[in-house]
C-alpha cells in the first residue's frame, strides 16, 4: 500500500508544472504579428545603463537581478520631483547589426535598388531602402565661407529636386503629422516654412496630455525644456515607430533623459563658429542629393556630445575644427539610433538659419551646389523620410510645398 502512494505522489510530481521564469512583454518587432499593436517602451530607469563600446556595464546598486529601480530626472529648479520608474530598455544592447539601425528596414551593402547620378559617392554601404541617394563630391572645406541670402524659394527648390512625390502632396498633407514644439533658442517652425512642410507649433506644456496618435515626427526646439511627465510619452512615441528629432541643448534636457544611455553632453560648448563638416557615414536617404564636405554654423554654447553605446548610435557627421571645444576631441556634428521601432536624429547646432539676421533670410553656412546648409538638408531628409512612412511614397521621393502651421 505504501509503495503505491509513493508511486502515486511521484507521477504526481512530474505531472506538475515546472516554475519558469515569466517572459518579457517587450517583444522585438520581428517576433510580434504584422498586425499587432506597437506596445509602450518600458519605463524610463538606470538599472542597466547599456556600456560603451570596451566597457563594462554599469549595474544598479546592490540588490536582487530585475529589481526595480528609479531614474531620478533632475529638476530644473529647486524642490522636490516625481521619479520615473522601472525597467530599462534592451534597445541598443548587444550585438549590432548595420541593418537592425533603418529608417525603413535594411538594404544589403551592394544590393541597393535604383541608380546613382554621376557625382553620387561610389561605393557607399546602403541603411536604408530606397534608391541610392545622390551625394556631390565635395572637396574638404579648409576656411569658413560667407552667409549669403537664401529665400525659401532656394529651399523649395531644393525639396523638389530632391523630393518629387513628396513636394506634389506635400500642400495636402495633415499639418498634425508634424509637431513642433516651440524653443528658446532654436527655431525649425522658419526652416520648414521655408522647405513647405505643414506642420503644427505648439508649446512644450501641451505635450504633457496632447493626443499623438496622427503625429510621424516631433521636432524639438533647443532648449528641449518639456515637462518631465513628457519625457516617458517621448520614449513610448518613439518606441512605437515615431521619428524625433532634437537639437542642441535638447541633448541634455531631453535626450539622454528619455533615452539614458545611448548619447549624453560631455560638458563641453562651442564658441559659435561656423566650423568644417564631414559625413562619415554617408547614408542614402539621410544625405540624399545632399555634400560630403560643407560648413556647419554651431551656436555659442552648444552642447558638444558623446555617443555612450557606439554599437547602437551612428555618427552621422563630425568637424576637425569641432574637436578643439569637445573635451573627448570627436568632434561630433550629428547622430542617429533607433529605439523600438522608431528612429531619432540629434544636431549639434539648429535647424532654424541660426543667424541674427534670420528674419531676413541669412544662412551662415550655405552649402556647395545645394544653396541651403548641410544640417538642414539631413533635417529636411528626415522629416520627409518620417512622413514617407506609410504612406506608399519611398523614402527618396518626399517633402515641400507651402505650409500651414
Known sequence: MRAAA??????????????ATQASDWVEDQTTQTNSVPRPAPPISRLQRPAADGQAGSPAQSGPAGARATFSVKPSSGGSRPTLEGNVSKWGRGPVNPDDYALNGS????????????????????????????MFQTPPIVEAGRPARVPPEVFRGWIEKSHPSFALSASTMDPLSVLEIKGAWDDADHTLRSLGIRHTTVRAGKLRDMPLEGVRVIVVNCAGNVPREALQRIRDFVA???????????????????????????????????VDAQVVDPDPVLFHRTVTNATWKVDEGS?????????????????????????DGQGILAVTFRFGRGQVLHLVGHFDNNSTLAFLNSLPDPAPIIGISLRQALAANFVVAALSQGSGQSAQQPAGSPTAR
Do not use: H, I
Not at 534636457?253 to 548619447?263: D, E, H, K, R, T
Open 6 to 19: 509513493s508511486f502515486l505522489v511521484a507521477v504526481l510530481l512530474c505531472l506538475a508544472p515546472t516554475g
Open 107 to 134: 538594404a544589403a551593402d551592394s544590393n541597393l535598388q535604383g541608380s546613382a547620378s554621376e557625382d553620387a559617392v561610389p561605393g557607399q554601404r546602403g541603411r536604408l531602402n530606397g534608391q541610392v541617394a545622390a
Open 240 to 274: 512605437r515607430g515615431g521619428f524625433l528629432l532634437t537639437t542642441d541643448w535638447a541633448l541634455d534636457n531631453l535626450l539622454s533623459q528619455a533615452f539614458p544611455g545611448y548619447v549624453e553632453w560631455n560638458g563641453g560648448k562651442t564658441d559659435g563658429n561656423v
Open 303 to 327: 552642447q558638444t556630445l558623446r555617443v555612450v553605446k557606439m554599437s547602437a548610435v551612428r555618427v552621422l557627421a563630425r568637424s576637425q575644427q569641432l574637436r578643439r571645444d569637445d573635451p
